[in-house]
C-alpha cells in the first residue's frame, strides 16, 4: 500500500524521488516492485539501514543535510504510524515534510489492538530518547 501510494505520486509528477527503507532483503524487493511501476532506477534511494522507523527518520535527515535540491519530503506509511513519525521529523528538525496514511487494510480487532500497543510502546520510547549520531 505505502510503494502504491509512493508510486502514485511519482508517476503524477508530485515527487521525483521515492526511498526505500528496510532490511537490505526488504529494499531489494521494494525497489524492484517500484522498477515494474515504471519508477525510473536513478530516482530510487535506498536505505538498507533504516531497520526501524527511528533510523529511517535519522537515515532521511542525513540525506536532506547532503541534497540542496531536496525541498520538502513526503513520509508514507501505516495510519498508526504517522504521529510516531511526525514526532520523529520534529524531534530532527525536518521541517518541511508530508505525513500521508497508506490505505488501510482490514484487520481484525486483536491485530489492531496488538498494532496499537505495540505503536504505543514505540511512541512513549521515541518521545523520551534521541539517537545522537544525527
Known amino acids: 500500500m505505502r510503494l502504491q501510494k509512493a508510486e502514485i505520486l511519482y508517476a503524477s509528477g508530485r515527487v521525483k524521488r521515492i526511498i526505500v527503507s528496510g532490511r537490505i532483503a526488504e529494499v531489494f524487493v521494494m525497489r524492484n516492485y517500484l522498477e515494474k511501476c515504471g519508477v525510473r532506477q536513478d530516482a530510487i534511494l535506498q536505505d538498507p539501514m533504516g531497520e526501524n522507523t527511528s533510523a529511517t527518520v535519522a537515515n532521511v535527515k542525513r540525506w536532506l543535510k547532503n541534497d540542496a535540491s531536496v525541498n520538502g519530503v513526503v513520509f508514507i506509511s501505516q495510519r498508526y504510524h504517522i504521529a510516531r513519525i511526525r514526532l520523529l521529523a520534529w524531534k530532527h528538525h525536518i521541517t518541511h515534510a508530508v505525513f500521508l496514511?497508506?490505505?488501510?487494510?482490514?484487520?481484525?480487532?486483536?491485530?489492531?489492538?496488538?498494532?496499537?500497543?505495540?505503536?504505543?510502546?514505540?511512541?512513549?520510547?521515541?518521545f523520551f530518547t534521541f539517537r545522537k549520531d544525527v
Open 101 to 126: 496514511a497508506a490505505e488501510p487494510k482490514r484487520i481484525s480487532g486483536d491485530q489492531a489492538a496488538i498494532f496499537v500497543f505495540r505503536e504505543s510502546l514505540a511512541y512513549i520510547k521515541d
